[in-house]
T-cell receptor, first 114, second 114 residues
């Protein structure tokens, strides 16, 4: 079956530091890959996505590249801000799965200190 | 920007009682989902719904759970006889592309079973 493995947290960084959150996946078909962000007390928001190999998803300074050869989709940001403090979820959706069920990683909590 | 709306935001119920969680998906979306999140971390798939029927359900979605789209706009999750372990955040999501391009999530209903 499909699975997503994320770097364990929590991650604590100083403002303007470089962020990497690792994500690897296992899928039977050709999945789309996503990063979702969840701010305290809120629902999940789609941060970025990539639907095929070598695609780069980007949004709000965050980037992730779909690497089929390493089955990875690592999230990066060059300079984090306090407002980036949140829980980040890597996820995949496989067209081979009926109606596009998504499989989520366990989430990585990021805290950015001023 | 279109939103997925969930009500109530917080529900407290006694063990053994029935609860109905309500969602209004984005109007032109065709695929609907319920997920739950326990302790603010793991996001677990419950059920997907398309064309007025369940497309897929997880092992969590046993006989005490049911979903309905009663009037073409609302999408409800019913738990017939709540248990303590049903306490969680329940998120509704919708998609216009079978989940392949990501979901729009609602802000969730926090269910507390006492």
């Amino acid at each position: 079956g499909n699975s997503v493995t994320q770097m364990e947290g929590p991650v604590t960084l100083s403002e303007e530091a470089f962020l990497t959150i690792n994500c690897t996946y296992t899928a039977t078909g050709y999945p789309s890959l996503f990063w979702y962000v969840q701010y305290p007390g809120e629902g999940l928001q789609l941060l970025l996505k990539a639907t095929k190999a070598d695609d780069k998803g980007s949004n709000k300074g965050f980037e992730a590249t779909y690497r089929k050869e390493t089955t990875s989709f690592h999230l990066e940001k060059g300079s984090v801000q306090v407002s980036d403090s949140a829980v980040y979820f890597c996820a995949l959706s496989d067209l081979n799965t009926n109606a596009g069920k998504s499989t989520f990683g366990d989430g990585t909590t990021l805290t950015v200190k001023p | 920007e279109p939103e997925v709306t969930q009500t109530p935001s917080h529900q407290v119920t006694q063990m053994g009682q029935e609860v109905i969680l309500r969602c209004v998906p984005i109007s032109n979306h065709l695929y609907f989902y319920w997920y739950r999140q326990i302790l603010g971390q793991k996001v677990e798939f419950l059920v997907s719904f398309y064309n007025n029927e369940i497309s897929e359900k997880s092992e969590i979605f046993d006989d005490q759970f049911s979903v309905e789209r009663p009037d073409g706009s609302n999408f409800t999750l019913k738990i017939r006889s709540t248990k303590l372990e049903d306490s969680a955040m329940y998120f509704c999501a919708s998609s216009d592309g079978q989940g392949y391009y990501g979901y729009t999530f609602g802000s969730g209903t926090r269910l507390t079973v006492v």
